[in-house]
């Protein structure tokens, strides 16, 4: 059985096609490499340099050698930052919502009928409760939750009239490293921010510490990068097998980590002591969000195994090792 993993060569799928393998899967990925690197794809996968938006890249991703369609895709391609997303919205549109639209109907043409879909916790915005379940309200509040939306109402409607079996897995924050070769390239995202800072010598920033949580600084629902995606090997298992799979799924704790927390475990972790600047409150971030990962739980056998310091110490191995290159 093969899976073709969308936007493979990036930091989460790079992850998830090294646990397709690991199963005893066959892998193939497609990455247009504008973000990805080509060093994170094994090099016993099939590689395609192309992008969602070319449909003759689509169409020789999805099919085997001989011509018959693979077993299903995992959809991570796409543009994933939030606040860069407010900027370039026909950007963020183009490459998640056309892209997904092109993935949908190149699937139709060559007859593969599963799929994952990489969505987010994006598509909440900023709940009103703390723990946020599969019947929150979602209320993106930028292009890019926007653009998840939408991708999981693509899925949903696409369902509604053909036999796609579809499943969406939504996350929050996805930090450390399942291999020391593969690390986080955001330049946007807390671990990687907090770690450059370190290395160039500087201090790390804690944007308030008067919010109404246990520390004053804001909570969020870290998951080890390597949970994510084994999430999405249960899931794609499950499409294989035939069993039912419901259409949305939180990856969440189901308590979270305060920013307070996180200097405190990389200051441990790396050996180097630090007191973060504390600025003012970001205008809305909201104090504290955690997601509910029970159905995951019930369907796909998945939990957290990693604590909040093995998230650290696997990131800052990874960093190590790409920065001393």
Same mark, same amino acid.
């Given at each position: 059985?093969? /899976?073709?993993?969308?936007?493979?060569?990036?930091?989460?799928?790079?992850?998830?096609?090294?646990?397709?393998?690991?199963?005893?899967?066959? *892998?193939?990925?497609?990455?247009?490499?504008?973000?990805?690197?080509?060093?994170? *794809?094994?090099?016993?996968?099939?590689?395609?340099?192309?992008?969602?938006?070319?449909?003759?890249?689509?169409?020789?991703?999805?099919?085997?050698? $001989?011509?018959?369609?693979?077993?299903?895709?995992?959809?991570?391609?796409?543009?994933?930052?939030?606040?860069?997303?407010?900027?370039?919205?026909?950007?963020?549109?183009?490459?998640?919502?056309?892209?997904?639209?092109?993935?949908?109907?190149?699937?139709?043409?060559?007859?593969?009928?599963?799929?994952?879909?990489?969505?987010?916790?994006? *598509?909440?915005?900023?709940?009103?409760?703390?723990?946020?379940?599969?019947?929150?309200?979602?209320?993106?509040?930028?292009?890019?939750?926007?653009?998840?939306?939408?991708?999981?109402?693509?899925?949903?409607?696409?369902?509604?009239?053909?036999?796609?079996?579809?499943?969406?897995?939504?996350?929050?924050?996805?930090?450390?490293?399942?291999?020391?070769?593969?690390?986080?390239?955001?330049?946007?995202?807390?671990?990687?921010? *907090?770690?450059?800072?370190?290395?160039?010598?500087?201090?790390?920033?804690?944007?308030?510490?008067?919010?109404?949580?246990?520390?004053?600084?804001?909570?969020?629902?870290?998951?080890?990068?390597?949970?994510?995606?084994?999430?999405?090997?249960?899931?794609?298992?499950?499409?294989?097998?035939?069993?039912?799979?419901?259409?949305?799924?939180?990856?969440?704790?189901?308590?979270?980590?305060?920013?307070?927390?996180?200097?405190?475990?990389?200051?441990?972790?790396?050996?180097?002591?630090?007191?973060?600047?504390?600025? $003012?409150?970001?205008?809305?971030?909201?104090?504290?969000?955690?997601? $509910?990962?029970?159905?995951?739980?019930?369907?796909?056998? /998945?939990?957290?195994?990693?604590?909040?310091?093995?998230?650290?110490?696997?990131?800052?191995?990874?960093?190590?090792?790409?920065?001393?290159?």
């Amino acid at each position: 059985m093969t /899976w073709l993993v969308t936007g493979g060569a990036g930091y989460i799928g790079a992850h998830i096609a090294r646990c397709l393998e690991e199963s005893g899967r066959s *892998v193939a990925v497609l990455d247009d490499l504008s973000t990805g690197i080509r060093g994170f *794809v094994g090099s016993g996968t099939r590689f395609h340099e192309g992008s969602i938006l070319d449909r003759a890249a689509l169409r020789a991703a999805l099919t085997e050698a $001989d011509g018959s369609p693979i077993t299903g895709v995992i959809h991570c391609a796409g543009f994933k930052y939030a606040g860069e997303s407010v900027k370039r919205p026909l950007h963020t549109y183009t490459q998640n919502v056309q892209g997904t639209q092109h993935l949908l109907e190149v699937m139709a043409e060559v007859g593969v009928k599963n799929i994952v879909f990489s969505s987010s916790a994006g *598509v909440y915005g900023t709940p009103d409760v703390e723990l946020v379940t599969e019947t929150t309200a979602t209320t993106p509040e930028s292009p890019y939750g926007e653009s998840k939306l939408i991708g999981e109402w693509l899925l949903r409607n696409v369902g509604k009239v053909s036999d796609l079996t579809h499943t969406s897995l939504r996350y929050f924050n996805v930090v450390g490293s399942g291999h020391p070769d593969i690390y986080d390239v955001s330049p946007h995202n807390l671990f990687p921010l *907090v770690m450059k800072t370190l290395t160039d010598g500087g201090i790390p920033k804690v944007r308030g510490n008067d919010y109404p949580t246990p520390d004053g600084s804001c909570v969020r629902d870290y998951v080890h990068v390597q949970d994510i995606a084994l999430a999405h090997v249960a899931a794609a298992a499950r499409m294989e097998a035939g069993q039912p799979i419901e259409r949305v799924y939180n990856l969440g704790s189901g308590s979270g980590a305060s920013v307070l927390e996180i200097m405190t475990a990389v200051a441990k972790v790396t050996g180097i002591a630090f007191e973060p600047e504390i600025l $003012d409150r970001r205008p809305g971030d909201p104090a504290q969000i955690v997601a $509910d990962g029970q159905l995951a739980r019930r369907d796909l056998e /998945w939990d957290t195994r990693h604590s909040l310091e093995d998230m650290v110490a696997s990131a800052w191995a990874a960093w190590q090792a790409v920065s001393s290159k």
